[in-house]
Structure formats: structure tokens, C-alpha cells
């Protein structure tokens, strides 16, 4: 079950974030960073939170009918995830952050929809089923490799796509939803990068996924936990706060390294 922390610090969020763009993949509006060239793709995937149309934020905090019109059409997402798709994108990969939510991501405004009512519409087992779509559509491109990464809600959707030939490797960063019995079918190389302070995924469950992979030698494997972070510090940080920064930045030197190493 989905705890407090998986809807606690929601993304600060920008219609013009990112030097990417926005277009539709197998039915999912997706954002996209790098070349289209490039004979290798990342797959991000969202936490709860994700993109969703800002109609119901505009009114709630600016409150301009006209200004919420505009920025609805075009629609957004959060910003520190969109920098860090243009940042894998700048190490030469090409790089898609679908809304696996279509348009209808966690609102923590909605006291009456709680998130466990909202993964009723939205189960990981959707994701999955809608990432292997978009994998298809990559590989239909000619694209050879593919990694995956995933945040919270996300990283229960990587695992399970870590199970098959879907991609090359993966990594969770303070994933939500996971047992150690998800690991049982992995065959891609997978990192796991989980924080301190993480009610959701506590380091206990995290050393204990990391004992389980152990004993699977053909699958390399890579198991850090960040000192002093919580749940959903890799993208839902202040941009402010230099320490925060520094985390968060870490953990995306440690994705981008196991994807150097396996997607090739």
C-alpha cells in the first residue's frame, strides 16, 4: 500500500520546461530529449505524479480562467524530471518520459481521492503492459538497446519489465510497490538506489533486495542507499538547497554509469 510519503513534496511544475518535445507514442503523450539518431533510448518512468493538465492548479493558485486555458493546451510536467531526461539525452542517448496516466496523474489537491483509490485506475500492471508498447515502438525505429529507469510508482514498472527481453538494464531509484519477490524473474542488469529516510522502501527491504540479487550471480547488479535523503529525492528536490542538489545529482551519475556500462 502507498504511504505518505509516495504523495508528499509534489513536483513544482512548468508549462516550458525542458529542450525536448512533446508528441504521442503509441497513444501516450510523451516527452522527448536527444537524437532520434541514436541507436540507444532510455525509458523514464514517472513517480505518482508525473504530467497532467494544469486547468485545475490554475485556477487553485492563480486564479485566471484565461491564463489556465492557455497553459492547458499545452500541457507539462515537472522540471527537475525533464532536465534529467535532457541530461541522459546529452550523454547520447535518446530519451522518452511517456504519461503512463494519460493526463490523469495523483492530484494531492483531491482529498476525496485518495491514493489508494487512485491506483485503482492506475496499477503498475497498466504501466507494464503500456511500457512494453513503447519499447516495441523504439525498437521499431531501430533502436538496439534500451535501459529503463524508474521513480516510485515507476520502479515497480521497471522490475517487472527487468523480467523479460524488453531491455537491457534497469535501474530503480526509490521505487514503491517492489518485494523481493519481484527479482525472482530478472534477467537485466539492475541498480537500486534508495534513500535513508524511505518509509515506503526502508533500507532494511533494500539490503534485503540486495541479498537476494547476490545470490543471483548472471544478473549484475548494483544496491546504494543515499545517507541523509527521502523518498523521491532524486527528482522531487529544491533546487535551492545545495545539499539536496548534490544528492539527487549523485544518483543520476550512478544511473548514467550503469546504463554506460550496459547499454552499448
Not at 487512485?118 to 503500456?130: A, P
Not at 510508482?153 to 521497471?158: A, L, P, R
Request: hydrophobic fraction near 40%.
Amino acid at each position: 500500500m502507498a504511504g505518505t510519503q509516495c504523495c508528499e513534496n509534489p513536483p513544482a511544475l512548468s508549462s516550458s520546461s525542458g529542450h525536448g518535445s512533446v508528441f504521442e507514442l503509441r497513444g501516450l503523450k510523451t516527452y522527448v530529449s536527444g537524437s532520434s539518431d541514436s541507436q540507444k533510448a532510455i525509458l523514464l518512468i514517472s513517480d505518482i505524479f508525473g504530467t497532467y493538465p494544469f486547468l485545475f492548479y490554475a485556477f487553485g493558485y492563480l486564479g485566471s480562467a484565461q491564463f489556465a486555458l492557455e497553459i492547458h493546451q499545452f500541457g507539462y510536467e515537472a522540471p527537475n524530471l525533464r532536465k534529467l531526461a535532457d541530461k541522459v539525452a546529452a550523454e547520447g542517448y535518446y530519451v522518452v518520459v511517456p504519461d503512463f496516466f494519460y493526463g490523469d496523474p495523483y492530484n494531492p489537491e483531491n482529498k476525496e481521492r485518495t491514493v489508494q483509490v487512485w491506483l485503482q485506475s492506475h496499477g503498475t500492471d497498466k504501466g507494464f503492459e503500456d511500457a512494453k508498447k513503447v519499447i516495441a515502438a523504439l525498437k521499431d525505429k531501430g533502436i538496439s538497446a534500451i535501459g529503463a529507469a524508474g521513480f516510485c510508482w515507476g520502479g515497480k514498472v521497471v522490475v517487472q519489465l527487468a523480467t523479460s527481453e524488453n531491455i537491457q538494464a534497469a535501474v530503480l531509484l526509490h521505487p514503491s510497490f517492489v518485494s523481493v519477490d519481484d527479482f525472482e524473474e530478472v534477467k537485466a542488469p539492475i541498480a537500486i538506489l534508495g534513500a535513508e529516510i524511505d518509509h515506503l522502501t526502508p533500507p532494511e527491504l533494500i539490503m534485503q533486495f540486495k541479498e537476494f540479487l547476490s545470490s543471483k550471480p548472471e544478473v549484475d547488479s548494483f544496491v546504494k542507499i543515499y545517507p541523509g535523503v527521502a523518498h523521491g529525492w532524486s527528482v522531487r528536490y529544491n533546487e535551492e538547497d545545495k545539499k539536496a542538489v548534490q544528492s539527487a545529482e549523485e544518483a543520476h551519475q550512478d544511473m548514467l554509469n550503469w546504463f554506460a556500462k550496459h547499454i552499448k
